[in-house]
T-cell receptor
Framework: DAKTTQPPSMDCAEGRAANLPCNHS???????VYWYRQIHSQGPQYIIH?????ETNEMASLIITEDRKSSTLILPHATLRDTAVYYC????????????WGAGTKLIIKP | GAGVSQSPSNKVTEKGKDVELRCDPI?????LYWYRQRLGQGLEFLIY????????KSGLPSDRFSAERTGESVSTLTIQRTQQEDSAVYLC????????????FGQGTRLTVV
């Protein structure tokens, strides 16, 4: 079973910040939070990952709560091309680094 | 190539036939994964290869499914005696190694069993 909980869908206006929540209340201390997205008919694309500290890259920011039980992915200025399914994944802490995928959040950016 | 390449991109097969799906990982990537994605659902882990270690086959749904990889190169996923429930997109991903790095996905093979 997936170790994360995400809302099934969200809308966001173009140009606004999109904030995607994720709950991972059973996360272990050495497990990372990964975010991927999947645009229609394409393979998943890596966005960002983090352990404890907030992270930022050219695509997004990741905010992880102090107790690590939840996180938020922030797309600062959403565009129509950001419409996709966004997956929040907790990495299993063993040697194969298997990712367990849930159903994700369908983010629709509206003009 | 620059990315993970999968072939064919689409495959339609008759129930009971065998199919073979191919994945060319990014050069130098030691880790390779196969996933299955049914329509509207998340990814299901199938199998994982890491270098010359024994593969993790824990996600294979039945003995009709098998996969091979020679060294750190091409991998093939074989489904024998296909069933309609095997219809899905089969995704391959590769990763540089055991370090904490991202996985790169191919575009997938859409398998339809009729």
């Amino acid at each position: 079973d997936a170790k994360t909980t995400q809302p099934p869908s969200m809308d966001c206006a173009e140009g606004r910040a999109a904030n995607l929540p994720c709950n991972h209340s059973t996360i272990s201390g050495n497990e990372y939070v990964y975010w991927y997205r999947q645009i229609h008919s394409q393979g998943p694309q890596y966005i960002i990952h983090g352990l404890k500290n907030n992270e930022t890259n050219e695509m997004a920011s990741l905010i992880i709560t102090e107790d690590r039980k939840s996180s938020t992915l922030i797309l600062p200025h959403a565009t129509l091309r950001d419409t996709a399914v966004y997956y929040c994944i907790v990495r299993v802490a063993d040697s194969n680094y298997q990712l367990i995928w849930g159903a994700g959040t369908k983010l629709i950016i509206k003009p | 190539g620059a990315g993970v390449s999968q072939s064919p991109s689409n495959k339609v097969t008759e129930k009971g036939k065998d199919v073979e799906l191919r994945c060319d990982p990014i050069s130098g990537h030691t880790a390779l994964y196969w996933y299955r994605q049914r329509l509207g659902q998340g990814l299901e882990f199938l199998i994982y290869f890491q270098g010359n270690s024994a593969p993790d086959k824990s996600g294979l749904p039945s003995d009709r499914f098998s996969a091979e990889r020679t060294g750190e190169s091409v991998s093939t996923l074989t489904i024998q005696r296909t069933q309609q429930e095997d219809s899905a997109v089969y995704l391959c991903a590769s990763r540089r190694g055991r370090m904490d790095t991202e996985a790169f996905f191919g575009q997938g093979t859409r398998l339809t069993v009729v």
